[in-house]
């Protein structure tokens, strides 16, 4: 790829990072270091999320700091300081302690980005259940399979969705879901059977409460996976998860103390539970959560208004961003964003330059999975980009691209640019330590002491690792690996693109020929004129061998929920072969 390093050296940022040496931190690191960041629960009780992320700073001097800052729908704000997240959590705790939820037990919360889901995480994470997260636009069978597949006991949820997804007809169906709490947003005080008022437990519920023992290895966390790939696998994460979320909020996205961090991911995914829930916690920040779903003005005016300073999106939001152009950002003083990041999908180039000239500031791309539970890959703040990368390991974390072997194991890559399946060598605090009910599929992930992430990769010279694709994504074309994370990149590069999906298409001379789709900016129309342009340019920077053959026109890619695209898709409907699990489709009503 022809994008120079982006030289953004430490002079040009406007504080000292946290870390500010990557070969010496390399050099120095230890997780014990890490883990004495954390204090532990009083009397040697072991380690809980929720005490790290909140109860210890409560009781600090900080305690009367702002925590989480609500941005309603409809321009209402609401501010909650450590104490008082503190004290709404201890009631949420003691309400599952009164229902008799037990150690372990799973709640699940299907809400939007409302200030109970908040409290219903750290309460559930406190009295030491398994906090697991729902994509509120889920449809009902998404909802009944992962309720199902991980023994729902208690489902938070609001009045309109508890309707709208017609969960009571879900309920024969779910012998272990014993408690629904509904939350009343409108408040029109109708009780629905069978059901209890969450507002009202928690008013009635004390605000103290004491966290009971909890051993780092106790389950906290159940995410299920984007599900691009196929079938959603139901990842459990330990509470010794927090060193991890505490270490790369600090090392990665530099949150510090007085920053005022925004999340833009819904704590449906893996990304909005870690980053937007307890790594800005963990670090003593202020933490942004904006109900609404993405409005390009209404994204510049919240970062203007509300000072942001770390800002954590993804892809999909950039490149939707950019298609809205580069007059509406002008018009905000975003003059105190100071650190930008990308996560999900790859980062093509473009959005990283757009960044720096446009909002002042490059997106620093970081890769990790819901398996990994946390940034593992990053372009951290000391180093300097190379636009197109997803970074560096971060220091503790051992990457190496490899090739699996006939008989199960595991063979290290160590020329430079070749590509390889990327590795990680277990060892870090929050791995997954399981799939729920699918022991065997996890057990598949490792090899040799490692654990193969199915992304494949490649490592340049410098030590940057750069995205090739989904082991499934990934085209062989002529007996050579076409990546469609570059070709989509160039793609990327017409004015006239707004994303682009690349797949590879069985051909009868070819044997496989790569096949794009594209969606447009307002202000373009398809035409046999675009199309031979967009080609152009693709076999000008690609060669022959690499570009598109044919493209096609769409009003939008299939994408998930999370905002990735579904590439297995735009193939299966291609080739007209079975199109597997949308239980994650976007716009499907599931
Ligand atoms: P499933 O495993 O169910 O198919 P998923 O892999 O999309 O779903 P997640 O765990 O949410 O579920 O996503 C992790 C994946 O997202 C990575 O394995 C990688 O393919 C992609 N990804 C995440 N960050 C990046 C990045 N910075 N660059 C490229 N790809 C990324
Ligand atoms: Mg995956």
Partial sequence: MNWQ???KSLRDYPITPYLSDYPQS?????????????????????????????????DSPRGGYLALRWLGRSGQVRDYTYRQLREFSNRFANVLRNLGVAKGDRVYAMTGRIPELYFTALGALKIGAVFCPLFSAFGPEPIRAR???????????????FQRRKIAELRAALPALQHILIIDEDDTGAAIPGTQDFRALLEAASPEFVIP???PEDMALLHFTSGTTGRPKGAVHVHAAAAMHYYTGRAVLDIQAHDTFWCT????????????????WLCGAANLVD??????????????????????TAPTAIRLLMKYGDELPRQFDLSRLRFLASVGEPLNPEAVVWGQNVLGRPFHDTWWQTETGGIMIANLPALDIKPGSMGRPLPGVEAAIVRRTRFGGIEPITQAGEEGELALRVGWPSLCRTYLNEDRRYRECFADGYYLSGDL??????????????????????GHLISPFEVESVLLEHPAVAEAGVI????????????????????????????????GLARQRLGPAVAPRELEFQANLPKTRSGKIMRRLLKARELGLPEGDLSTLEGNEG
């Fill in 5 to 7: 390093t982006l030289q």
């Fill in 26 to 58: 390399c050099r120095d690191f230890s997780w014990n270091a890490i883990r004495d960041h954390l204090q532990g629960l009083p009397d040697g009780n072991g380690l809980n999320i929720a005490h790290e992320a909140v109860d210890r700073h409560a």
């Fill in 147 to 161: 309720l199902e597949i991980g023994e729902g006991k208690v489902l938070v949820t609001t009045a309109r969705l």
């Fill in 213 to 215: 023992p909890t051993h």
């Fill in 265 to 280: 991911a819904d704590p449906g995914w893996v990304t909005g539970t870690t980053y937007g829930i307890l790594a800005p």
């Fill in 291 to 312: 109900e609404d779903e993405f409005n390009a003005e209404r994204w510049y005016r919240t970062l203007q208004d509300q000072q942001v300073s770390v800002w954590y």
């Fill in 457 to 478: 990769a490649r490592r340049d010279e410098d030590g940057y690792y750069w995205f090739v694709g989904r082991a499934d994504d990934v085209i062989k074309s002529a």
């Fill in 504 to 535: 590879g298409k069985p051909d009868p001379v070819a044997m496989t020929l790569v096949k794009a789709f594209v969606s447009l900016k307002p202000g373009h129309e398809p035409s046999e004129e675009l199309r031979r342009a967009i080609l």
